[in-house]
């Protein structure tokens, strides 16, 4: 017999308290049937994190130079301290699970269940229905909302996937270009570069980790124990020993024999034969090692795909990356495990992730913060935005991509050229439409504003957060993929780049028996003279949109931060003396 308390959960459809809804089927699916009441459903509902403001001052505190916490990350547990929901939120969810003969496992803010259709109806007062999306892909099973009892509402942050549609699709990495290079032209490319070696290692038609190293002033060597760079691969993207054996016998013959180790998440794999694209995954690896060799390479290779909002320029299937199982991994890891640096090149629009999800991702990422890891992503190749178009009223305005505005990440946009550096028209920057702008960057972004008064106004959210942060080269990387020499560009040659950087200066942090660097950004704005500010070039988008004019719209690369470039491009010898004083750059 069920107790009051339990049963007054089990109240009528009046008391529910409506989750998240969809006005109708996302353009481009259909719903093939309803679901029938007795097939599997698995879901995945979050509980609101009792100490959820403390964690992020905290996290403030230790990421702050000058802070007396600062350098002093949490361990698992002191952070699953943090993240804990109260026991009577997980007390009232559970009755209300087990009520229903559901057996949940509890993984701290997070519980997992499985249980029938009919269940899951009943419970979110919803019917779950199968739908399919019009280019193929396997169907889903989803829903158009979902409710829980009002008197649980405020236990529950979210429960997924349920109203979220998407299908498996083309990859979303920030690689803008590639290009395979044909015999002559190769040949062209060894000319011109043993041409301007004498200059500065650097030929901007293609870009080489000697290049990048002359250019950003980079001369340290760390040591390799305790040291450990790691970068994300998703959506069937293996990177290749053969390749990287080929890179190195070519472009840094001082790393020959340097291998990286995998690690496989979610079903990932690690298919050195496959024929699907590797370019994204060849060129992280190849950039991290080309930068920070010899301190050891991790490769995370998560399988499945995140859910998706169909856009205009993301319609579907579902490209979206699964941030959340690859974060529950590894933030269950032990603290020895975990890497100092991690950088991703993947990355979409904002709109086209559901809120909550979003909130929650960049919470994990947040987290990641707490324990010592600086967390590094591409910020895109849009500029400003493709379509330009907001999906809530059609309304033109500027597109943010996700999770290149997450405020707890350090997004890396791009540039180009040597003599001077200037931006690239593919960076992506702009203004979160979810994260207000954080005090470490308040000053550096209203500088900004100020500048550009009233322009474009409308179609952003100037008290959000602004990204980029920083930005290094971005265009026409030398890479090997399956055994072609080729040249990539994009943001997605940026971050890895800068991540090699960071991987830097946490190896000399550790030469000193100092704490990683952890959650970088306001030491990074703390110290935007050790960057190059870059002032020439844009961003530009949104060209398809007339609300623009023929030419689009452009951010230009402007005096201070802007964003294209955000704080500019490293000086090497300048962030080490500021990470780690007394190391030198040799």
């Known amino acids: 017999m069920l107790s009051l308390a339990t049963a007054a959960l089990f109240a009528t459809a009046a008391t529910a308290r409506l989750m998240d809804s969809l006005p109708s089927v996302p353009q481009g699916w259909t719903q093939l049937r309803q679901a029938a009441l007795d097939e599997p459903i698995t879901l995945r509902l979050a509980l609101p994190q009792q100490h959820a403001a403390a964690l992020e001052q905290a996290v ?26 109260t026991k009577e939120a997980v007390s009232s969810v559970l009755g209300w699970l087990t009520s229903s003969n559901i057996k949940p496992l509890v993984n701290n803010d997070w519980i997992t269940f499985s249980t029938t259709v009919e269940t899951a109806n009943e419970l979110l007062n919803t019917t779950f229905a199968w739908y399919q999306y019009e280019k193929g892909g396997s169907p889903k099973l989803r829903t158009l909302d979902y409710s829980v009892p009002d008197e649980l509402a405020d236990s529950i942050d979210l429960i997924q996937p349920t109203t979220r549609f998407g299908q498996l699709g083309a990859k979303r990495s920030t690689i803008f270009d590639m290009h395979i290079l044909g015999p002559v032209e190769e040949e062209a490319k060894v000319n011109a570069q043993a041409a301007s070696a004498a200059v500065a ?87 991290i090692l ?87 992503f591409s910020s895109g190749d849009s500029g400003p935005g493709d379509s330009c178009v907001r999906v809530t009223d059609n309304a033109a305005y500027f597109q943010p991509t996700f999770p290149g505005a997450c405020p707890y990440i350090t997004s890396v946009g791009a540039t180009r050229g040597v003599s001077p550096e200037a931006a690239v028209s593919f960076s992506s920057g702009g203004f979160s439409t979810l994260h207000p702008r954080p005090s470490w960057q308040n000053t550096a972004v209203s500088t900004y504003l100020t500048s550009i008064g009233k ?61 990683p660097l952890g959650f970088l950004n306001p030491f990074l704005y703390s110290n935007a003279a050790a960057f190059t500010d870059i002032t020439t070039g844009y961003g530009s988008g949104c060209t398809s949109n007339s ?3 023929r030419n689009g719209a452009r951010w230009n690369a402007t005096t201070g931060w802007d964003p294209v470039t955000g704080l500019g491009t490293p000086l090497f010898d300048k962030l080490l003396a500021a990470a780690a004083p007394g190391v030198k750059n040799a």
């Open 290 to 376: 080309g930068v920070s060799a010899p301190i050891p390479i991790l490769e995370y290779s998560t399988g499945g795909r995140g859910p998706l909002v169909p856009t205009v320029d993301e319609p579907g299937p579902s490209s979206n990356e699964p941030y959340l199982e690859f974060l529950t991994y590894l933030l269950d890891q032990p603290d020895s495990a975990l890497p100092q640096t991690l950088s991703t090149s993947y990355g979409e629009e904002e709109q086209s992730v559901p809120a909550d999800y979003a909130l929650k991702i960049c919470n994990m990422f947040m987290q990641l913060g707490a324990r010592g890891v600086s967390v590094l």
């Open 60 to 85: 403030l505190d230790m990421s702050t130079p000058g802070h007396p916490n600062y350098g002093k990350h949490m361990s698992r547990l002191e952070l699953r301290s943090y993240t804990a929901p």
């Open 201 to 287: 290692d650097c030929n901007t038609s293609q870009i080489t980790p000697a290049c990048i190293k002359s250019l950003y002033n980079i001369h340290y060597t760390p040591a390799t124990s305790g040291n450990l760079v790691a970068f994300a691969s998703y959506l069937e993207e293996y990177a290749r020993y053969s390749d990287l054996a080929s890179f190195e016998s070519r472009w840094l013959p001082a790393a020959v024999g340097q291998n990286f180790t995998v690690q496989l998440v979610n079903g990932g794999l690690n298919n050195q034969n496959s024929n699907s694209d590797s370019g994204e995954a060849n060129l992280d690896i190849q950039y």
């Open 547 to 549: 609300a623009f004019g």
């Open 455 to 515: 322009t474009y106004s409308a179609y952003f959210n100037a008290s959000n957060r602004g990204f980029p942060d920083v930005a290094t080269q971005g265009a026409s990387f030398a890479v090997v993929d399956k055994g072609r020499n080729a040249l990539l560009s994009g943001t997605s040659a940026s971050s890895p780049t800068f991540a090699g950087v960071v991987a830097l200066l946490n190896a000399a942090r550790k030469s000193q028996g100092l704490a």
